[in-house]
T-cell receptor, first 116, second 115 residues
Framework: DAGVIQSPRHEVTEMGQEVTLRCKPI?????LFWYRQTMMRGLELLIY????????DSGMPEDRFSAKMPNASFSTLKIQPSEPRDSAVYFC??????????????FGPGTRLTVL | AQKVTQAQTEISVVEKEDVTLDCVYE???????LFWYKQPPSGELVFLIR??????QNEISGRYSWNFQKSTSSFNFTITASQVVDSAVYFC????????????FGRGTSLIVHP
């Protein structure tokens, strides 16, 4: 398997622009997670999906952030409008629920977002 | 509530030294799972190990070993004879039913191995 695929790998945009990050999870995995990583705040869970349904979006910082998972093989995280403080590395991860949903996560390579 | 504390922000060693990365966790659940992930400079987090709360056996994988002690709520990670390629940020994580099995990550420990 190719692993979790994220695009783009790097994104530089100007404040106020819309940014869309994309993720393709590992085939067959039923959980998908979006994380944000910054030096100040570490690794933060933004939202996660189970079988394409958003379960918990309490980590989404504000209404400017939205995420969708239209099918089992694709998810997007959108920021509109973007702000400089959104600059971070955004990771997508997927996992396969075991009997007690304890299985490890597989992370994508991340998207490094810079908002000028 | 669950919490993972990695008190060591950064550790610097010289190649071939042994190094231990500490992880202390908090959870009220009796069934939980602990993980270690490695984030090399390339950026992608890589899974290293999973441990469940009912298995306190220590585990060794090559130069890596893990010491799980429920009595002190710790799950420490030791690298023996460190190498430059071990330089990375290491994250400890916890999942438990009380947290809907969604991982709680520590802040990570940056390990720098000098040649």
């Amino acid at each position: 398997d190719a692993g979790v695929i994220q695009s783009p790998r790097h994104e530089v945009t100007e404040m106020g622009q819309e940014v869309t990050l994309r993720c393709k999870p590992i085939s067959g995995h039923d959980y998908l997670f979006w994380y944000r990583q910054t030096m100040m705040r570490g690794l933060e869970l933004l939202i996660y999906f189970n079988n394409n349904v958003p379960i918990d979006d309490s980590g989404m910082p504000e209404d400017r952030f939205s995420a969708k998972m239209p099918n089992a093989s694709f998810s997007t995280l959108k920021i509109q409008p973007s702000e400089p403080r959104d600059s971070a590395v955004y990771f997508c991860a997927s996992s396969l629920a075991g009997e007690h949903s304890y299985n490890e996560q597989f992370f994508g390579p991340g998207t490094r977002l810079t908002v000028l | 509530a669950q919490k993972v504390t990695q008190a060591q922000t950064e550790i610097s060693v010289v190649e071939k030294e042994d190094v231990t990365l500490d992880c202390v966790y908090e959870t009220r659940d009796t069934t939980y799972y602990l993980f270690w992930y490695k984030q090399p400079p390339s950026g992608e987090l890589v899974f290293l190990i999973r441990r469940n709360s009912f298995d306190e056996q220590n585990e060794i994988s090559g130069r890596y070993s893990w010491n799980f002690q429920k009595s002190t709520s710790s799950f420490n990670f030791t690298i023996t004879a460190s190498q430059v390629v071990d330089s990375a940020v290491y994250f400890c994580a916890l999942t438990a039913s009380g947290g809907s099995y969604i991982p709680t990550f520590g802040r990570g420990t940056s390990l720098i191995v000098h040649p």
